[in-house]
C-alpha cells in the first residue's frame, strides 16, 4: 500500500492532500470535507480507512490552503463558497486522471456536510471522470442547479435524528436525475457520533462504491 504527501495544484494554488492506493485498488475515492474542517477530520479519516480496507484508493484533501482557514475560522468567509471548493475539488479529480497509479482507476467522490454540495457539483462537471458519490451529513441542496446535471450515483447518508439535513437531502433527492438513494443511520445525528453509526456510513459506502466502481466506469478522465 503506497502512501504519499500530494501536492495537487488548483487555482492558481497548491491543495495539501493524503494519497494512499493500496496494490489492486479497485478505484480512488477523493474526499471533499465539509466546512470548518479538513484533511485531518477523524470522522472522514476513519471512513477513509475503513473504504481503503475494502480496497479503494482515498485522497484526503484540504480544498483550503492554510492562510485561507486562518481566514475562515475567523471570517467563514469560504466555507459556503461552494463554487470554489467545486472548481478546486474538480482539479484534485483531474490530477488524479494524469497521475500513472490513479490514471486508470475509477474515481468516486465523498462528501461530508458543505462538502457534499461541492462534490455534486464537481461530479456535474466531470461526468465522464466520476463514476460514484456518497454524502454524509451533506448539505446537497446548496449544490442547486448542478442537481439535475449530475449523471454519476448518488447516495445520501443522514442521521436519522438529524432532522433539518434529512428534509433537505429529501428535497435535493427529488432533483437528481440518476441513480440514488437515501440511507437513514437510524438514531444517529449530524456528525454520527453515536456507536456503530460511523462504521455504518462506512459500510454503506464501501458498498455503494464497489457496486459503482466497477473496472472502466470512471471512462475518459478529460471531464
Known sequence: ???????????????????????GARGT??????????????????VAAGLRAAGFGTLLLDLLTEDEER????TARYR???????????????????????????????????????ALIAAAERPRAVSAVVSRGGRPDLAG??????????LLVVGGDDETVLGLNREAAR?????????????????????????EVTDVAADWFRDHLGEGAGGDRSG
Open 1 to 23: 500500500m503506497a502512501s504519499e504527501t500530494a501536492k495537487v495544484p488548483s487555482d492558481g494554488t497548491t491543495l495539501d492532500g493524503d494519497l494512499t492506493v493500496p496494490t
Open 29 to 46: 475515492v477523493l474526499f471533499a470535507h465539509g466546512s470548518g474542517s479538513s484533511r485531518l477530520s477523524p470522522r472522514n479519516r476513519a
Open 145 to 154: 442547479d448542478a442537481l439535475p446535471l449530475v449523471a454519476a450515483p448518488v
Open 175 to 199: 432533483r437528481l436525475t440518476p441513480h440514488h438513494r437515501i440511507h437513514v443511520v437510524p438514531g444517529a445525528t449530524h456528525l454520527f457520533p453515536e456507536p456503530g453509526a460511523l462504521e
Open 71 to 74: 481566514e475562515d475560522a475567523v
Open 80 to 118: 459556503f463558497d461552494i463554487a470554489l471548493l467545486a472548481r478546486r475539488l474538480a482539479d484534485a479529480v483531474d490530477w488524479l486522471g494524469r497521475r500513472p497509479d490513479t490514471a486508470g482507476l475509477p474515481v468516486g467522490l465523498f462528501g461530508a456536510s458543505t462538502g457534499a454540495a461541492a
